[in-house]
């Protein structure tokens, strides 16, 4: 491998391994403000238009200390630990932070949030659950209005169209740079690992937008120019679920004979799909991105849309099963499971369901249950 894409993924790597340590630096080094964010739903255009770093929150594996005395026990591992990182001062570097309305959690972690916190802004970004109407549409770009306002007041700037425009140009470049290297990884499963593209896209929501946008430029051009050739003998593995924090989880798919060729994740294609277009009105164009990408479980576009997806991906990607890898007490994904397994069954596409938290690593019961299900294809 070429020495700089060694490097491109180890920047990727250590920004994914301590997000908190990059935006400190990056803080520092530019004199800006961070704002952190929750969910893929977070119009992060508007966001970096400000010259502030849109910051994912993910939470982290530590033990949980403070946060349980705020939260229920049934309370999912993102929800206690983003709180256990901000009670503990590990998020000092925010300027303020930004939750989109998704899930019950979500919503009941930002009042806990605006209550027991410091920080200069808390903005919630109050989405439409139902995203396939005209007045849901009509809905979405007051959002998109009022969410700029409510920076431009939280940042004491005016946010320009020039602004606007830059920012979107830039996200849409990540995004579609993202979508090239998952066709790359479909196409040619060993081309990168699934640890390595998973902290790449972590990494695309924590880094420098600029810097990763330059970085995936240089990294696409590689294997654009390469001539590699990886044998691909094994099973083609679909992801599904919201996020995973656990790398390993990906590296025991693919030591157990299976290649991970897509994956329906917010911290994965979800995130990079759709593009915002140009328009005379670029509120106008962000909200109908938002409304029009694929959507999370939390969202509501058709009846079995998930499902849906889920089962084109699968087609699409022509794989030999599917692996549900869903945060434990995740209520939304609960619900969709059943009618997307039988989804599956329907079409003779097995797959296998492995409940995960963050702080309770897993990986040994994991390993066991994938050997099995891989062997069985």
């Not at 491109?8 to 250590?14: A, L, Q, V, Y």
Request: charged share 30%; with cysteine; hydrophobic share 40%.
């Amino acid at each position: 491998m070429h020495k700089n894409i060694a490097l491109i993924k180890e920047r990727f790597k250590r920004a994914a391994q301590d997000p908190g340590a990059y935006a400190r630096d990056w803080k520092e080094k530019n004199q800006k403000d961070v704002i952190g964010f929750f969910c893929s739903y977070a119009p992060e255009e508007i966001i970096l238009a400000t010259g502030a770093l849109p910051f994912r929150l993910f939470g982290s594996q530590k033990q949980i200390s403070l946060a349980d005395a705020h939260l229920q026990a049934y309370s999912c591992s993102l929800v206690r630990g983003a709180l256990e990182d901000a009670l503990s001062g590990d998020l000092d570097f925010l300027k303020g932070t930004v939750f989109p309305h998704t899930c019950d959690s979500i919503m009941r972690l930002s009042d806990m949030w605006r209550m027991n916190l410091g920080f200069d802004f808390h903005i919630d970004v109050v989405l439409p659950v139902k995203l396939n109407t005209q007045n849901a549409r009509e809905y979405m770009i007051d959002v998109m209005r009022k969410f700029k306002r409510d920076l431009e007041k939280e940042m004491k700037t005016d946010i320009t169209d020039e602004q606007i425009r830059s920012s979107v140009k830039t996200i849409n470049r990540i995004r579609e740079l993202l979508r090239e290297l998952y066709e790359m990884k479909c196409q040619q499963p060993l081309i990168i690992s699934g640890s390595d593209l998973n902290a790449i896209i972590k990494g695309s929501m924590i880094m420098d937008r600029h810097e990763v946008r330059d970085v995936l430029e240089d990294l696409l051009g590689y294997f654009r120019t390469s001539d590699i050739k990886v044998p691909s003998r094994g099973k083609r593995i679909l992801l599904a679920g919201g996020l995973c924090n656990m790398p390993d989880i990906f590296e025991i798919i693919e030591t157990s004979g299976g290649f991970i060729v897509s994956d329906d994740f917010c911290t994965g294609s979800r995130y990079v799909d759709g593009q915002v277009p140009m328009h005379d009105d670029m509120m106008v164009a962000i909200a109908d991105r938002y409304a029009k990408r694929v959507v999370c479980p939390a969202k509501h576009s058709a009846l079995y849309s998930r499902g849906d997806h889920v089962l084109r991906l699968a087609r699409e990607k022509d794989v030999d099963g599917v692996i549900f890898l869903y945060l434990k007490f995740c209520d939304p994904h609960a619900f969709d499971y059943p009618y997307m397994k039988d989804m599956l069954d329907n079409e003779d596409i097995p797959s296998m369901l492995f409940e995960i938290e963050d702080q309770l690593p897993s990986e040994g019961q994991f390993k066991t249950r994938c050997e099995a299900f891989i062997e069985m294809l």
